[in-house]
């Protein structure tokens, strides 16, 4: 597997998938989690599969910025924190908390199904956020609007983009380029709007429902074994971030995310579960 930069700041499972009865958890009926929405829909995949196990539920918050989620967690408002980019692991461990890394989801360029496309290499990309590729016949797809959007450059979706991605570095896109403030708005938006394309999750190109297309780049789909070789480099990290000490339904939940159930929760949700 890859190495990561370690960076913390901080549903709906795809395929059938079954398994065995977990035995009965303490008095506590549900779990709470809140922090990066991009992280979200993976946890919120392996909280539905968790619970059908466990009988404990797992509730997703509506987001909490880095200071505001840690506070959260340590004033008992939630029993875990979601994080993929931030603060370094020695700092969080200095606030009495642990992290567990559990994944790793690839950032992909997603286009709407009407879009037609396979496949943009990095100039092809470029041409589009600088507004310069207008219609996607340009690039070999239907004769239609291109719609491009992006997150903000304070997110990791578009951190990750922009290092991994040399013409897009510096790029300052024009007014044309919406802006989606949040993961779940970009999400919404590029399910609703033909032509659209815009950074994402494979997350949510899985949860999509067909959608979505996750895009090839430069040949290279986001599939596990070209993440592995470094074909496709445009990654980042899923951490769950719990007290030290947690009650037993929290740490049996990181056991389950952690476990072959959890792994092949992760992978059917488009992520890829780590060690």
């Not at 815009?198 to 899985?206: R, Y």
Request: hydrophobic content about 45%; aromatic content about 4%.
């Amino acid at each position: 597997m890859i190495g990561t930069r370690l960076h913390i700041a901080t549903g709906l499972v795809a395929g059938a998938l079954v398994f065995g009865p977990m035995p009965p958890l303490a008095a506590q009926d549900k779990i709470a989690v809140d922090g990066s929405t991009g992280t979200a829909p993976l946890v919120a995949a392996l909280g539905k599969a968790f619970a059908a196990k466990s009988g404990v539920a797992v509730e997703i918050g509506k987001g909490l910025g880095t200071k505001a989620r840690f506070e959260a967690l340590a004033k008992g408002q939630i029993d875990i924190a979601m994080a993929s980019h931030g603060l370094k692991a020695d700092e969080v461990a200095r606030m009495g908390m642990t992290v567990h890394r559990i994944a790793m989801t690839p950032v992909v360029f997603a286009v709407h199904r009407s879009a037609a496309v396979a496949g943009l290499s990095d100039a092809q990309i470029c041409a589009i956020y600088e507004g310069k590729t207008r219609n996607w016949r340009e690039v070999g797809g239907p004769d239609l609007a291109v719609v491009p959007m992006t997150r903000p450059d304070s997110e990791v979706d578009a951190e990750v983009v922009r290092d991994g991605i040399a013409c897009l570095k510096s790029l300052k896109m024009p007014e044309s380029v919406k802006v989606m403030p949040r993961a779940g708005d970009m999400a919404k938006a590029l399910a609703e709007t033909e032509g659209a394309i815009g950074m994402t999750s494979a997350t949510v190109v899985e949860q999509s429902g067909g959608k979505l297309t996750a895009l090839a780049l430069n040949g290279a789909e986001p599939s596990e074994a070209n993440i592995a070789s470094g074909r496709y480099k445009l990654t980042r990290d899923a951490f769950l971030v719990t007290r030290s000490a947690p009650p037993p339904p929290v740490k049996a939940f990181i056991d389950f995310a952690k476990s072959a159930e959890g792994a092949a929760v992760i992978r059917a949700n488009g992520a890829l579960p780590v060690k």
